[in-house]
């Protein structure tokens, strides 16, 4: 039962832990039937204890109200009211919380799409406020390994050896993130009725966690090496291991391989792009590398080494109009322009070297 605290107006937290509890047991599902995924779930719930922090600190009292029955004035002063909450939640933030402009905006998605379960599925017409809610979007540079650096991490034995156990577990699961092009969480729940033999050859069936789309893969024979070198160890396909100490391990890897050439890393806030520093220097490319960066390899290199999109796009379950996967068609090519201008210059100094020799008849 939904509370109101005065005629025409509704607890908004009230609201919120109805549609937290709808979420966890299935009432409310996506368009297409599913399940909301249980780390989307955790996205409402960090939203809400921060909406909580910031209405005590600040003592801002959130609320809403039916908009049935409110003349012209009163229509302008509850969008004035949003704007006043919207002000103030983003200073917040930014300024007290120093989130960057992409946490903003996931925030304000969400807040966004709580307005539309109480008006659409509760049928409370509260207006169509939530479009005062500007939600901030950032464009975070995509860091992936070149072919060259996945190839050395692959065949290089000498470096492999020259790492200790938890970082050759670390490379293995790595380089084999960095082929199959799947996310982090389908990676960790891999077992061996995800690998599928024909003709003597290896494949990767799974269905994706996030996506539910089907992938069927070859695996080439270093990737069937690093499955078959923990049969039998681990109830799953690869090492377990939390994503924290990946992404740490990983750091340390690409630092042992010697990339550690200074890369700047800059986040946006209300728009305005600024440098993070880092204590001690710049960044360094080994300091970009994470878990993100296996699926965003692996989609890249196939798309460098010209694999066809659609086929591209059949194995990492992007779909056909995802503007992410056209990030990775434009990064891919950069490279490919990049490999073109050095044949350019190639030939512009073969053209140099060599004089024209004149034929004459005798």
């Known amino acids: 039962m939904i509370t109101k605290t005065s005629n025409q107006t509704l607890d908004f937290f009230q609201l919120y832990d109805k549609l937290l509890s709808d979420l966890h047991t299935g009432r409310k599902r996506l368009p297409n039937g599913n399940l909301y995924r249980e780390d989307t779930i955790k996205t409402y719930v960090y939203v809400r204890k921060n909406l909580a922090d ?14 049935k029955g409110l003349n012209h004035r009163q229509l302008i002063i509850e969008r004035n009211y949003w704007r006043k909450f919207y002000r103030k939640f983003t200073d917040y933030m930014h300024n007290t919380r120093q989130h960057h402009d992409n946490y903003v905006g996931s925030h304000m998605k969400t807040i966004r799409a709580f307005f539309n379960y109480v008006k659409n599925e509760l049928l409370i017409d509260i207006g169509d406020f939530q479009k005062v809610l500007y939600v901030y979007k950032e464009e975070i540079p995509v860091i992936v390994l070149t072919p060259e650096q996945l190839h050395f991490l692959i065949y290089n034995k000498d470096f492999e ?18 082929t ?53 160890d681990y109830p799953t396909l690869l090492p ?9 391990y990983i ?30 220097g710049k960044f360094r490319f080994c300091d970009h590398v994470s878990s993100h960066t296996m699926r965003r390899t692996a989609i890249t290199t196939m798309l460098t080494l010209e694999v066809p999109e659609h086929i591209v796009r059949s194995i990492s379950g992007h779909s056909p109009m995802s503007k992410e996967f056209f990030r990775y068609v434009a990064i891919a090519q950069i490279y490919k322009d990049r490999e073109i201008d ?21």
């Not at 070859?218 to 690093?226: S, T």
């Not at 690409?254 to 204590?279: F, L, S």
């Not at 100094?349 to 005798?362: F, K, N, T, W, Y």
Request: aromatic share 10%.
């Open 180 to 232: 199959i092009a799947l996310r982090f969480s389908d990676i960790m729940n891999l077992s061996k009725a995800n690998i599928l033999m024909a003709n003597n050859k290896y494949y990767l069936s799974v269905r994706s966690k996030k996506t539910k789309t089907y992938t069927q893969v070859k695996l080439p024979d270093y990737a069937v090496e690093i499955i078959n070198k923990y049969k039998g």
């Open 240 to 248: 377990k291991i939390s994503k924290f100490n990946l992404n740490k």
């Open 251 to 280: 750091k340390e890897m690409i630092e042992k391989a010697g990339w550690v050439e200074p890369i700047g890393k800059y986040r946006e806030k209300r728009g305005v792009m600024k440098e993070i520093k880092k204590e001690g």
């Open 342 to 362: 050095k044949m350019h210059e190639k030939l512009k100094i073969a053209g140099r070297l060599s004089e024209p020799v004149l034929l004459q008849s005798a």
């Open 161 to 178: 050896e020259s790492l200790p156990g938890r970082l050759k577990r670390t490379k293995d699961t790595f380089v084999f993130g960095c």
């Open 54 to 67: 910031f209405c005590v600190e600040k003592k801002f009292e959130l609320r809403f109200r039916k908009i």
